[in-house]
């Protein structure tokens, strides 16, 4: 039957070694590494993450316009997502009204589905070449979480894999510890002379 003893690394002990009191404190370090520094980590580069991704936004945002414009043409085929987007889109040819500049057309990826006539949301560069629209409020916070889940991930991974370095040197040290002992201690057990 085996009895577990609370604390016995902490307790003066002869049969504690120093790597047993290295790998308890590291146990502890990894604890506190593990409940506070990995969290504080994700939320940091959370924060940093959702100020880029926002002000890529604004950017995004002041480099080009935003047109409601009309499709004219036929649809092409369905084009996967852009960035990340729900619905796939066509290229179709739209036009608008420019303040000053009268009508305007250009191709534009539209929705896919989208019939002549209806109305679109268009964006539109400084050429006036159609772009993507820029990351909503949605997209900004999956791209925080997504980063901020990573690096907590990132850090827990590398805090592990130095708790295992640790304990895999105690471990070393340990076996060479006894690899000693045994030499000291086999010839006075077996009578063999080493």
Same mark, same amino acid.
């Given at each position: 039957?085996?009895?577990?003893?609370?604390?016995?690394?902490?307790?003066?002990?002869?049969?504690?070694?120093?790597?047993?009191?290295?790998?308890?404190?590291?146990?502890?370090?990894?604890?506190?590494?593990?409940?506070?520094?990995?969290?504080?980590?994700?939320?940091?580069?959370?924060?940093? #993450?959702?100020?880029? &991704?926002? $002000?890529? =936004?604004? @950017?995004?945002?002041?480099?080009?316009?935003?047109? %409601?414009?009309?499709? /004219?043409?036929?649809?092409?085929?369905?084009?996967?997502?852009?960035?990340?987007?729900?619905?796939?889109?066509?290229?179709?040819?739209?036009?608008?009204?420019?303040?000053?500049?009268?009508?305007?057309?250009?191709? #534009?990826?539209?929705? &896919?589905? $989208?019939? =002549?006539? @209806?109305?679109?949301?268009?964006?539109?560069?400084? %050429?006036?070449?159609? /772009?993507?629209?820029?990351?909503?409020?949605?997209?900004?916070?999956?791209?925080?979480?997504?980063?901020?889940?990573?690096?907590?991930?990132?850090?827990?991974?590398?805090?592990?894999?130095?708790?295992?370095?640790?304990?895999?040197?105690?471990?070393?040290?340990?076996?060479? @510890?006894?690899?000693?002992?045994?030499?000291?201690?086999?010839?006075?057990?077996?009578?063999?002379?080493?």
């Amino acid at each position: 039957m085996r009895s577990r003893v609370r604390g016995w690394r902490r307790r003066p002990n002869p049969l504690r070694r120093r790597s047993d009191v290295v790998e308890a404190w590291a146990l502890r370090a990894v604890t506190v590494l593990l409940v506070v520094v990995a969290p504080l980590v994700g939320v940091v580069v959370g924060w940093w #993450a959702h100020d880029d &991704a926002r $002000t890529t =936004a604004r @950017e995004h945002r002041a480099g080009h316009r935003h047109v %409601r414009a009309e499709a /004219v043409g036929a649809a092409a085929d369905a084009f996967p997502p852009a960035q990340g987007g729900r619905q796939p889109s066509a290229e179709m040819t739209v036009r608008w009204t420019e303040p000053g500049d009268g009508p305007r057309t250009a191709t #534009a990826r539209v929705p &896919a589905g $989208t019939r =002549a006539g @209806e109305r679109v949301d268009v964006w539109l560069d400084d %050429r006036g070449r159609s /772009v993507p629209p820029p990351p909503d409020g949605t997209a900004i916070w999956q791209h925080t979480v997504v980063l901020g889940a990573c690096a907590t991930g990132g850090a827990v991974a590398v805090i592990l894999l130095g708790h295992c370095a640790v304990r895999h040197a105690a471990m070393r040290r340990r076996l060479d @510890e006894w690899e000693r002992e045994w030499a000291r201690t086999e010839p006075a057990w077996t009578g063999r002379r080493a």
